[in-house]
């Protein structure tokens, strides 16, 4: 498992270089972008494409030159294989052949944001890219709201204003939280600041709306449940067991003079806790 650079060219270790050049094959998740990337290293390896949909002849093909005893490299698009990339398959059948899986690592764009974000960095958890879906990203958040790690997630361009609008619809929109964009690439930009601030700066920036997007949010600390919030998951509580989400949120509102939105969020959150 080769990790290769996420922007800067330079960030390519001397290990991986001599890895892929004395292996027997190399299996790529674009073969294109890659063969720019061997291109610049003066690397002539036999160059085959591997990604999530690849065939299990593919799969078949690479472990026949394991089995022969040769070594193959696989290298995603940019950073360590497998972190958002394709890889899982294979790697869980080399290893179920008695073959032996070694990293060669490198840059992780997870975890170089995670590195100057200045969020906590003791505990932290990788969720990936969200649903592309509005209703499933919701749910996905919804079931993270109380989450009290650091979270980090991908995002794409064409996503970044809707997630960021869902992040402060839900975890309010004073959490703090880093945008990290096009790291070690010309136009880097990482932004720290409240969701709020992110949305807005976002919303009236189209450059942040760019290129590859990493975006960490503070994990949730407990501290802004007043009095007031203890009260409301209270009355949800005993509402959520007999009635429907929506007709308890009703209810709630209508009995703590809460809001009605944020007491439906709630109960969301509440509902997927208990399953």
């Not at 002849?57 to 958002?84: C, F, M, N």
Request: negative net charge; hydrophobic residues 40%; contains cysteine.
């Amino acid at each position: 498992m080769v990790a290769t650079p996420i922007g800067n060219l330079g960030d390519m270790v001397p290990r991986a270089i001599e890895i892929l050049q004395t292996v027997e094959l190399i299996a790529a998740e674009d073969t294109r972008r890659s063969g720019q990337l061997l291109q610049q290293f003066n690397i002539d390896t036999r160059l085959i494409s591997y990604h999530d949909h690849s065939s299990a002849g593919r799969v078949d093909e690479v472990l026949d030159v394991l089995g022969r005893g040769g070594d193959v490299a696989l290298i995603s698009d940019a950073g360590t294989p497998l972190i958002s990339d394709p890889g899982y398959r294979l790697v869980r059948r080399a290893l179920d052949n008695a073959c032996t899986v070694s990293p060669v690592p490198g840059c992780c764009a997870a975890t170089a944001a995670l590195s100057v974000a200045g969020l906590p960095s003791d505990r932290f958890v990788f969720e990936g890219f969200l649903p592309a879906k509005a209703a499933q990203r919701q749910k996905a958040l919804q079931a993270l709201a109380k989450e009290s790690r650091t979270l980090i997630f991908y995002e794409a361009p064409h996503r970044i204003q809707a997630t960021i609008a869902d992040l402060g619809d839900i975890f309010g929109r004073d959490r703090e939280a880093v945008l990290a964009r096009e790291l070690t690439k010309t136009y880097e930009t990482i932004l720290c600041g409240s969701l709020a601030e992110l949305e807005d700066r976002i919303n009236h920036d189209a450059n942040q709306q760019r290129g590859e997007i990493v975006l960490l949010v503070h994990g949730f600390t407990g501290l802004a449940g007043s009095d007031e919030d203890v009260e409301h998951e209270r009355v949800l509580a005993v509402l959520l067991k007999e009635l429907p989400v929506k007709q308890a949120a009703s209810l709630a509102a209508g009995i703590t003079g809460g809001a009605r939105n944020k007491l439906y969020q709630l109960a969301l959150t509440l509902t997927q806790e208990n399953h």
